[in-house]
Nanobody, 124 residues
């Protein structure tokens, strides 16, 4: 079992930046890919970014490419999502998720473990 907890969300003005963190505990000895997803009010959960265990492979949604960067520090069991040039449409609850795989899935159904989420609100 892997437990995930997100942090770093908050209220920011459009054009600003936030860095989200996803801290893992439990069975962190396995090699997990980690993804970030978001869910805006009234919408389905959508893929944002994912990173492989060693960080060599990353994947981003088109809507965040060039603005968001995913990274990880396995010594700290933490994955980060640096979000720059934030837009009002980035407002959502952001979730991190993990799965034991060598790929970087974009489908929510591929992920086994989920955090409770952190709210990001971008004011225009």
């Amino acid at each position: 079992q892997v437990h995930l907890v997100e942090s770093g969300g908050g209220l920011v003005q459009a054009g600003g930046s936030l860095r989200l963190s996803c801290a893992a505990s439990g069975r962190t000895g396995s090699r997990y890919a980690t993804g970030w997803f978001r869910q805006a009010s009234g919408k389905e959960r959508e893929f944002v970014a994912a990173i492989s265990w060693f960080g060599a492979i990353t994947n981003y949604a088109d809507s965040v490419k060039g603005r968001f960067t995913i990274s990880r520090d396995n010594a700290k069991n933490t994955v980060y999502l640096q979000m720059n040039s934030l837009k009002s449409e980035d407002t959502a609850v952001y979730y991190c998720a993990a799965v034991s795989t060598s790929t970087v899935p974009t489908n929510t159904r591929m992920y086994a473990y989920w955090g409770p989420g952190t709210q990001v609100t971008v004011s225009s």
